[in-house]
């Protein structure tokens, strides 16, 4: 069990550099990562996907953390740049953009997860942290980072695993473990075809959540060792966890709810499906990602916007949205929003009717439009009487993308518009 102590958490959190891998294109997102990394895709109204590995840290008393960055990268930058300037460097914290700037080689980007940390040993030396956490940035979840890390120091281990139970016919996406009755990792296989599955739970895999915990010698001592592999993919779950765990103490933290002990919530949004259903999942009575929560907020960058406002409210005209969420500066002009979340900035005007959509910052809908089952990306305007997602064909002979769970995604350039690349 980790420790309760808080002082003693506390200690070890202020010995952490958390490190958030940050670079990756996420091309199943399709169309919603061309100008983007999947870090940087909006989410939940007003929010960025990096924002919850960040805000877990930041909750968590987790206030050194390097981001790692790659793939365009430049609105996440602006993002962290505007939003997470908070901390304060005089007591040592700090959010630091680290880009891929081949530091080790002239013409070496980051190959891989583990080649991502490696490039960037010395400037961890120079913070001198005594544990380094490992995180994927492309994540839905809360998580308090500090019982893991204690949990990691009280079993003696030498890296700890992030790990959560998922179905065995999704378990094949992920890095699938087995440990014994201690916890200890046992065997490890990065998204093998037939995954291995938990005892006594058939239809149960245990899968890594591409979090890490290590102490910084062992980190560096392994990091040095693959790097100089012939062969190697660099990477963590392919490379670095099947070799240590047959040497070394590799221990697997279960991600459970603190009161419930039951299974937390955590989505890998990496679909345009998942990434709809994650967003509108928001919109029920008890959802199952409380944002709400004043004892874990959410932070990021805000933009300075007036309240959302209805206007009209004729028969036929009525500007009204029902089980939806609206963010600020949205204009609901006598049109009709049902069931979907429209992010910032969003115009629907008179007589459009919205329905189970997911609507993307500084989006303009015109007069008699009807979009349902859609994501609307940012920067998108809707012609006068545009119809999106009552014919999936027609859909497609638009020029717009349908997903096979039948969502039809729609940017700008499909609109044949120009639009702001950093988004």
Request: glycine share 8%.
């Amino acid at each position: 069990m980790p420790h309760s102590n808080p002082r003693f958490i506390s200690r070890l959190t202020r010995d952490t550099l958390a490190l958030i891998l940050a670079g990756g294109r996420g091309s199943r997102l399709k169309h919603l990562t061309a100008w983007r990394s999947k870090p940087a895709v909006p989410f939940g109204g007003k929010f960025r996907i990096i924002d919850f590995p960040l805000s877990n840290c930041i909750n968590s008393g987790i206030r050194r953390i390097g981001v790692l960055t790659q793939y365009k990268a430049h609105s996440l930058i602006l993002h962290i740049q505007k939003g997470w300037g908070f901390l304060r460097g005089e007591f040592g914290e700090f959010v630091e953009l680290w880009p891929a700037q081949q530091r080790v080689a002239e013409t070496a980007w980051y190959a891989g997860t583990a080649d991502a940390v490696f490039q960037n040993l010395d400037i961890i030396r120079d913070h001198n942290p005594e544990y380094i956490l490992i995180l994927a940035g492309d994540h839905i979840y809360k998580m308090d980072y500090g019982a893991m890390i204690a949990y990691h120091v009280e079993s003696g281990a030498d890296m700890t695993v992030g790990c959560l139970e998922v179905e065995a016919d999704r378990a094949s996406e992920f890095g699938v473990m087995s440990a014994d009755a201690d916890n200890r990792v046992r065997s490890f296989a990065e998204k093998p075809a037939k995954p291995e599955t938990i005892p006594g739970k058939p239809g149960q895999c245990l899968a890594s959540m591409g979090i890490y915990v290590f102490n910084r010698a062992f980190l560096f001592e392994q990091l040095i060792k693959d790097a100089d592999t012939p062969g190697s993919s660099h990477d963590f779950g392919k490379d670095i966890i099947p070799t240590v765990i047959k040497l070394y103490r590799v221990m697997a933290y279960t991600f459970r709810d603190p009161i419930s002990g039951e299974q937390a919530y955590w989505r890998d949004v990496g679909t345009l499906d998942a990434f709809w259903e994650a967003n509108l999942e928001l919109i029920g009575v008890t959802p199952p990602l409380n944002l709400y929560d004043k004892n874990w907020p959410i932070w990021t960058y805000q933009e300075q916007l007036p309240p959302a406002k209805f206007v009209f409210d004729d028969e036929a005209r009525r500007g009204m949205a029902v089980d939806s969420m609206v963010s600020g500066g949205c204009v609901i002009s006598g049109a009709t929003v049902r069931h979907s979340l429209l992010f910032s900035n969003v115009r629907v005007n008179s007589y459009a009717y919205v329905a189970d959509s997911v609507v993307l910052p500084d989006v303009t809908i015109g007069r008699n439009c009807t979009v349902r089952n859609a994501i609307l990306d940012r920067y998108c305007h809707l012609e006068e009487g545009t119809v999106i997602g009552l014919d999936p064909e027609a859909d497609r002979k638009a020029g717009f993308l349908v997903s096979e769970g039948g969502v039809t995604l729609v940017t700008p350039e499909m609109l044949g518009q120009d639009a702001n690349h950093v988004r």
